[in-house]
């Protein structure tokens, strides 16, 4: 949803939501679904520049950002490796100021 009145002071708020969703072919194994909140307010300067303040991951979920399927390997682990699911945890609660420019 974003709101951009006539007036300089505009906003808005993202959700971004993936369900559960195969990681290999089969469907034998799954990711867990993930949602994120973020965020932003802003101050309109002229029609080509805005400051803006974002905030990302709104109330800190601890979810991943991306899951893979694969045999990995680690020190002491089996020569044939282990299946399993590797993820890239989303970014913690963080926030960022800015300034943009429209050309």
């Known amino acids: 949803m974003t709101v951009e009145p006539r007036q300089p002071i505009f ?8 369900g559960p ?3 290999i072919e089969d469907a034998s194994v799954s990711s867990k679904s993930t949602t994120l909140w973020n965020g ?5 300067l002229s029609n080509k520049a805005r400051i803006v303040f974002e905030m990302f991951n709104l109330f800190d979920s601890k979810v991943s950002d991306i899951d ?18 590797h993820t890239h945890p989303a970014l913690p609660r963080s926030a960022r ?3 943009r420019l429209s050309f």
């Open 11 to 18: 906003g808005s708020v993202r959700m971004r939501h993936f």
């Open 40 to 44: 932003e307010i802003g101050y309109r």
């Open 97 to 99: 100021v800015g300034l």
């Open 21 to 23: 969703r195969p990681l």
């Open 68 to 85: 893979y399927f694969y045999t990995s390997r680690l020190p002491g682990e089996a020569l044939d490796g282990v299946d399993d699911v």
